[in-house]
């Protein structure tokens, strides 16, 4: 149990475009849903905290007219890079954690975007 | 930064040997958690600690916490070739307004030769 999947797994897109990448909790309802980049060889970043039918939470620094956040259900997050640049490109890393058990993130598999 | 450090920053060791990894946090936390990672793939929990417990163990793993000294540790014993992977730490905020927030640190890459 606990599994979180992300869609896609990776996508190549052009400069100026906008990408979005799915997060979904599989088999749980997810209360919080975090969004992370990592850049190679680095460690992850939080980028935003998403809760269910309210605004995320941006860390400093992440813009979020760049970095959308839809978190429309308790199963599901999107992040849609817009007008995306090849300084966007990174591993992109979703979590989840559970209704009623907040310890534990749940992650998922991550989606490698480059922007050419 | 909130951003956990994590030493070494690389390790390398022979199959059979142990790997230790340490990682110090600059707040006070409600737990650390320890994470792999396999190169660019998705994390894998480890193994949870709170606040209040000082030494966990599950499998080959032994994990310590050091409130006092904002420090902790991850013991991987008699290490094989499939532990080769990146090792974060990460630290849950004390708060209500960062419940469930996690802070990494810098991660450890551990190669283990066989």
Redesign the interface.
Known sequence: GAVVSQHPSWVICKSGTSVKIECRSLDFQA??M?W?RQFP??????MA?SNEGSKATYEQGVEKDKFLINHASLTLSTLTVTSAHPEDSS?Y?C?A?RLGV?????????T?LTVL | SQQGEEDPQALSIQEGENATMNCSYKTSINNLQWYRQNSGRGLVHLILIRSNEREKHSGRLRVTLDTSKKSSSLLITASRAADTASYFCAHAVRGSSNTGKLIFGQGTTLQVKP
């Open positions: 209360t919080t975090f992370y060889k680095q460690s992850l970043m939080l905290t591993f890393i979590s954690t907040s310890d534990e993130q749940f992650f998922g598999p991550g490698r």
